[in-house]
């Protein structure tokens, strides 16, 4: 019996420093993973992630979809964005990369009394567009805006 | 120590500005070290606001957010003394969960 507690006693130690060396230093907690649409997130064409994230709905474009981007991004690894929705009513904005392997980068869903603002930074494999679509009542808009990359930002 | 930062502040019009810093790899899995083995994916997936109990915007995404993401959200209604808190999950199980008071 001793034996078998000093065996999980060693698992267990082992497993902690593990994690703790692996987060360096960072105090993290473990929890079960929640459902999260592995499909979405699939290495894909944008033309099919977008077939998977909107089905055949019809996407419009739109200039109440403001889009702060740089120009000409020197580093792909972290390209600021900031977006603002003016459409009312806007429940979700997801936000797309047109040629990174993996197209879709975020999607973010609103509650009433949230501003359908938000600002992040992105990754950017190569020189395209990133697109915006924003859910708002029935309808779906996009705004997009092609972003120079001088150098790429998913490789090694 | 918390891998969250949270930086809050009042803006005009009733409108508050939530900013928050993570401490994340957002390991992509295409990367290689040194050796040339892969580096395994580590990415956040969900990352949940909360203005007291309830939540401002929820999320999903991938390893396209850049190393350290960094966003900033705001909302309307937000009073001296509420509680806002930032969560995240990722690909590994991994949480984190940090809170702050609007001033």
Same mark, same amino acid.
């Given at each position: 019996?001793?034996?078998?507690?000093?065996?999980?006693?060693?698992?267990?130690?082992?497993?902690?420093?593990? @994690?703790?060396?692996?987060?360096?230093?960072?105090?993290?907690?473990?929890?079960?993973?929640?459902?999260?649409?592995?499909?979405? @997130?699939?290495?894909?064409?944008?033309?099919?992630?977008?077939?998977?994230?909107?089905?055949?709905?019809?996407?419009?474009?739109?200039?109440?979809?403001?889009?702060?981007?740089?120009?000409?991004?020197?580093?792909?690894?972290?390209?600021?964005?900031?977006?603002?929705?003016?459409?009312?009513?806007?429940?979700?904005?997801?936000?797309?990369?047109?040629?990174?392997?993996?197209?879709?980068?975020?999607?973010?869903? @609103?509650?009433?009394?949230?501003?359908?603002?938000?600002?992040?930074?992105?990754?950017?494999?190569?020189?395209?567009?990133?697109?915006?679509?924003?859910?708002?009542?029935?309808?779906?808009?996009?705004?997009?805006?092609?972003?120079?990359?001088?150098?790429?930002?998913?490789?090694? | 120590?918390?891998?969250?930062?949270?930086?809050?502040?009042?803006?005009?019009?009733?409108?508050?500005?939530?900013?928050?810093?993570?401490?994340?790899?957002?390991?992509?899995?295409?990367?290689?070290?040194?050796?040339?083995?892969?580096?395994?994916?580590?990415?956040?997936?969900?990352?949940?606001?909360?203005?007291?109990?309830?939540?401002?915007?929820?999320?999903?995404?991938?390893?396209?957010?850049?190393?350290?993401?960094?966003?900033?959200?705001?909302?309307?209604?937000?009073?001296?003394?509420?509680?806002?808190?930032?969560?995240?999950?990722?690909?590994?199980?991994?949480?984190?969960?940090?809170?702050?008071?609007?001033?």
């Amino acid at each position: 019996m001793i034996e078998t507690r000093r065996k999980f006693l060693k698992k267990f130690i082992s497993t902690t420093v593990y @994690f703790s060396t692996l987060t360096s230093g960072v105090f993290y907690s473990i929890s079960a993973k929640a459902a999260w649409p592995s499909a979405y @997130f699939r290495e894909n064409s944008y033309r099919k992630t977008l077939k998977e994230l909107f089905g055949d709905q019809k996407l419009i474009e739109t200039s109440d979809i403001q889009l702060k981007l740089p120009k000409i991004a020197e580093n792909g690894a972290v390209v600021p964005v900031i977006i603002t929705s003016k459409l009312e009513n806007t429940e979700t904005i997801t936000i797309l990369a047109d040629k990174n392997p993996v197209p879709l980068i975020a999607q973010f869903n @609103f509650a009433d009394t949230a501003i359908a603002y938000v600002s992040a930074r992105i990754k950017m494999a190569e020189t395209s567009n990133v697109v915006v679509i924003a859910k708002a009542g029935d309808n779906y808009y996009f705004k997009k805006r092609k972003v120079k990359v001088t150098i790429g930002g998913c490789g090694g | 120590m918390s891998s969250i930062k949270i930086r809050i502040k009042q803006l005009k019009n009733d409108i508050t500005q939530v900013r928050a810093l993570i401490a994340h790899p957002m390991e992509t899995g295409y990367k290689k070290d040194e050796k040339g083995n892969k580096i395994p994916a580590h990415y956040i997936q969900e990352l949940t606001v909360k203005h007291n109990d309830k939540v401002i915007t929820n999320s999903i995404m991938g390893s396209g957010i850049s190393r350290n993401p960094y966003f900033a959200f705001k909302f309307k209604g937000g009073k001296s003394g509420d509680k806002i808190t930032i969560s995240w999950v990722d690909n590994l199980g991994f949480t984190a969960s940090e809170k702050k008071h609007i001033k």
